[in-house]
């Protein structure tokens, strides 16, 4: 995408303009959250944002380790400013956000996403795990997506000096 840009949030800046970004969507727009829609797993979260123009935040997205299990990871939060929408920027930062777990070499990359968006994920290869279920008055899905691990030892073995 053009003039667009994908960035991890590294400055104090970033991570506050997506706060304030992902504040107008969950908390202003969506009423998902009465004041705030930080939680325990900001801390050790990873934020993907895409700015235009080197200075318009249009989305951002979060990532982080499972408490438990450090090799599984979800994505979450993930937000298109209202007036940016429905140009691919969504789709952009979750493939933005997989590019990423695999790099990191996650074994699973889960998502709790809200129902209406569950096609969106599907289009791009993320099946659902379990049954829906309610979260802050909105109708949930857990998704994972297809990181392509077991395409991993088909690779290493492809890189073999071929025999003649
Ligand atoms: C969901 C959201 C991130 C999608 O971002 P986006 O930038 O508008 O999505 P894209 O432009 O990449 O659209 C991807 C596809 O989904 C479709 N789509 C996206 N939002 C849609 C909607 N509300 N209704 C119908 N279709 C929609 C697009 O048409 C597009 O389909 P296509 O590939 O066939 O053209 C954005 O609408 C948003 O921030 N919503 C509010 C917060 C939210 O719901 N977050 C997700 C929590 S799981």
């Given amino acids: 995408m053009r003039n667009y840009e994908v960035k991890l949030a590294d400055t104090d800046q970033e991570v506050a303009a997506a706060l304030h970004l992902r504040r107008q969507v969950f908390v202003e727009e969506q009423h998902?959250?009465?004041?705030?829609?930080?939680?325990?797993?900001?801390?050790?979260?990873?934020?993907?944002?895409?700015?235009?123009?080197?200075?318009?935040?249009?989305?951002?997205?979060?990532?982080?380790?499972?408490?438990?299990?450090?090799?599984?990871?979800w994505g979450g939060r993930l937000a298109v400013r209202a007036e940016y929408r429905l140009r691919g920027i969504g789709v952009y930062l979750i493939e933005a956000a997989v590019a990423e777990m695999k790099l990191r070499q996650v074994r699973r990359f889960l998502a709790q996403v809200q129902q209406?968006?569950?096609?969106?994920?599907?289009?791009?290869?993320?099946?659902?795990?379990?049954?829906?279920?309610?979260?802050h008055d909105?109708?949930?899905?857990?998704?994972?997506?297809?990181?392509?691990?077991h395409d991993a030892p088909n690779r290493k073995r492809s890189k073999q000096p071929v025999q003649s």
């Fill in 116 to 135: 209406q968006n569950v096609n969106l994920f599907i289009k791009l290869g993320w099946k659902t795990v379990g049954d829906e279920f309610w979260f």
């Fill in 138 to 149: 909105h109708p949930h899905q857990i998704m994972e997506a297809d990181l392509h691990v």
């Fill in 32 to 73: 998902m959250f009465h004041a705030s829609d930080a939680d325990e797993h900001d801390e050790d979260s990873i934020l993907i944002n895409i700015w235009k123009n080197g200075s318009i935040l249009t989305g951002t997205v979060r990532c982080y380790p499972d408490k438990k299990d450090a090799t599984v990871w």
